[in-house]
């Protein structure tokens, strides 16, 4: 027993980092799925294998085909075991930042231990559960600390071949993690900030033995980011514009007044943000998410869990305090160490012509969040009442963890979504012509880019490439802009895109319209040929309906069903099931099917909460003739104007619908209609 106290004296910051990280990290990661990049890479790899990453990555960080390749071989498919190891370096990255922290300033266990917890558990990066894609930054920012760790030890070290092995440690792992994430490149101002705090700390030194003791220490590590800039920007060749410097800076050379202006106001801005919204924003993102009285009970668990671990951080610590005289001046090297690793790890970002935010972009925080947490525990130490200090860090903890909590259910809740949305498509289509170029509307999310399209649907109907040697996916996405939905109104010719090795198309003349226009609706499959919309439904979609073209559905051919480790097990089988396949017996033509599906959802009382679903219904019944059952369903088309004024259009000008059906059907919907 004596010797695991000694052992938790000693050691206990490892569990503890692990503890706190938890609770803000790991509630919900099970729920996690593929979230925007992760579809193309993981059809990729599924398609051709691991050897895809090398064409993904080529054209800008090919340094990341070797760590995906890995994660690939490891992982597989399955998006839990991605955000595991995500979590893990995240926590490996904070124990080596500590490392650092401690070998600077020995003397101030408590407070280096309270900047590892903050950097740890930053609120400014929202994108961790997005694990697949952001595993490189994980890994990469462990790779970094551990780098400069090893420097700090070199420095420290008196054996000259420890030095030596120490010194080839840390280039290597500069080389490595420069090569995962370049815009990582700020944090060798750190290191170098390091240095001449080390150098800076012999009192009598005279200025210029300070620049040359500190330039000395640096020397040996140059080689890590002075090869890399050589290699980066003077032998590769990046053909992407965003990671190629010298396109960024003829930007610069073509207005340097007005592009100095703007860098240096986002610089600001982003320091800004970085240091002191960091703690309250991402949170006030995420506070008016609707909460499940459970959900709301697990956050309150979630506060009070996180001051106990601060109380017990206070009670390990309090014992191990010096007197502040002996301290020496250890706040303003800690502050002005955090404060230039802030704004440092923002240039690359700025110099390539972005700036950080608290949404898709919170990425470019992850450098500076380290002297983000140096400069706020700077400021807690500041506190004199030991009970201020301790109830100011239990407030910026506790809202830490709670913005990962409330962040986190609310990527729950989009992969949720997402996987929904795609087992409704399966269960409505059964199999998917080649060729096919979906148009997409999640209720959800917004759709950036044509694989957050085409990935799920290859992942389901097409999951190997058309091209036993290149990346071509059999069925294509397009993004509903006002631009495309032109090109598909008067179909434009098709245009090639090639990306990152993958080759797709985006061919206006053969779409299929996939559209869920609520979060209530279900997903509705367009009929182009007779076309019925919800009066809930974008402009966009209405404007190209009559393009949805149906013949692209294989209704005899049945895929595997959804991979339950990409879009997570089948879901009940309520009222959009009923409806998806009640769509696909009206499409086969069977239309007492469709009936018999009514008369299921009648039995489990479970009913349409869009107005539109009730189409395929009508329409079968009307070709029975069987007037009883229009006379019943017609009721919930007509609470809608825009959906009445629809269903007189479509049996008016349906074919095969007999004379007196079609005269009856006019009596029903077209009365009174415009």
């Not at 206990?12 to 729920?31: E, K, M, N, T, V």
């Not at 960024?248 to 340097?256: D, V």
């Not at 807690?380 to 009442?385: F, G, P, V, Y």
Request: aromatic residues 16%; glycine residues 4%; proline residues 5%.
């Amino acid at each position: 027993m004596a010797t695991i106290l000694t052992w938790l004296r000693k050691w206990y910051f490892i569990p503890l980092l692990f503890f706190i990280s938890a609770l803000a990290y790991l509630p919900h990661i099970a729920d996690f799925g593929y979230f925007r990049d992760d579809w193309y890479l993981m059809y990729s790899a599924n398609a051709l294998g691991a050897k895809a990453f090398q064409g993904i990555y080529a054209i800008d960080r090919p340094a990341r085909a070797f760590v995906m390749s890995a994660a690939y071989s490891l992982f597989g498919i399955n998006p839990l075991y991605y955000n595991i190891s995500a979590y893990l370096f995240r926590v490996l990255g904070a124990i080596a930042f500590l490392w650092s922290l401690r070998m600077l300033f020995p003397r101030q266990r408590l407070d280096m231990m309270i900047a590892a917890i903050l950097f740890l558990i930053y609120p400014g990066f929202v994108s961790s559960p997005n694990a697949i894609d952001y595993q490189s930054q994980q890994i990469g920012l462990f790779l970094a600390y551990l780098s400069i760790g090893l420097g700090v030890k070199a420095v420290f070290c008196t054996r000259p071949i420890y030095r030596r092995a120490l010194w080839a440690a840390s280039i290597l792992l500069t080389w490595a993690y420069l090569g995962l994430v370049e815009y990582f490149f700020g944090l060798e101002f750190l290191r170098f900030a390091i240095f001449a705090l080390l150098a800076g700390r012999a009192a009598d030194r005279q200025v210029w033995a300070f620049i040359k003791e500190t330039f000395l220490r640096w020397l040996p590590f140059s080689i890590g980011s002075l090869g890399f800039i050589l290699w980066r920007f003077f032998i590769f060749e990046s053909e992407r514009k965003a990671t190629d410097l010298g396109a960024q800076l003829k930007i610069f050379s073509a207005s340097p007044l007005l592009v100095g202006v703007d860098w240096a106001t986002n610089l600001l801005k982003d320091v800004f943000e970085v240091l002191i919204l960091s703690w309250s924003i991402p949170l006030i993102n995420v506070w008016n998410i609707s909460l499940r009285l459970r959900e709301q009970f697990f956050g309150a668990i979630l506060i009070l869990l996180s001051a106990l671990i601060i109380l017990a951080l206070f009670w390990f610590e309090h014992e191990k305090e010096t007197d502040e005289k002996n301290q020496g001046n250890w706040q303003a090297e800690a502050f002005w160490l955090g404060f230039t690793s802030a704004v440092a790890g923002f240039i690359p970002v700025i110099l390539s012509n972005r700036n950080a935010d608290f949404y898709g972009l919170s990425r470019y925080m992850l450098a500076s969040s380290s002297g983000a947490a140096l400069v706020v525990t700077v400021f807690i130490h500041q506190l004199r009442s030991p009970k201020f200090r301790y109830l100011f860090l239990c407030v910026m903890v506790g809202t830490s963890v709670l913005t990962h909590y409330l962040n986190g259910i609310q990527w729950a809740r989009s992969s949720q979504a997402m996987q929904n949305f795609w087992w409704q498509v399966a269960w409505r289509i059964p199999q998917l012509k080649a060729g096919t170029a979906l148009v997409a509307n999640y209720s959800h999310s917004a759709i950036e880019e044509d694989y957050f399209i085409w990935g799920p649907a290859n992942l389901i109907y097409q999951p190997q490439s058309a091209d036993l040697e290149k990346n071509r996916p059999a069925i294509w996405g397009i993004v509903l802009t006002r631009e495309n939905a032109a090109a598909i109104a008067s179909k434009s010719a098709p245009v090639a895109i090639n990306r990152r090795s993958i080759l797709t198309y985006m061919d206006y003349r053969n779409t299929l319209i996939l559209t869920q226009p609520t979060s209530a609706s279900c997903v509705q499959v367009i009929d182009g040929a007779a076309p019925v919309t919800s009066e809930l439904e974008q402009y966009d979609i209405q404007l190209i309906a009559n393009q949805s073209d149906q013949n692209n559905i294989l209704t005899n051919t049945q895929a595997p069903p959804p991979l339950p480790a990409v879009f997570g097990p089948e879901p009940k089988h309520g009222w959009c099931y009923l409806y998806q396949k009640a769509g696909l017996a009206y499409q086969r033509g069977d239309w007492q099917a469709v009936l018999d599906y009514a008369k299921t959802a009648k039995a489990q009382r479970v009913s349409a909460a869009d107005p539109v679903e009730w189409m395929p219904f009508v329409q079968a019944a009307m070709f029975l003739n069987d007037r009883e059952t229009v006379l019943e369903i017609a009721p919930q088309i007509k609470k809608s104007p825009v959906l009445t004024r629809q269903a007189c259009r479509v049996f008016t000008d349906l074919p095969n619908l007999e004379a007196s059906a079609r005269k009856f059907a006019q009596q029903v919907f077209c009365s009174g209609s415009e």
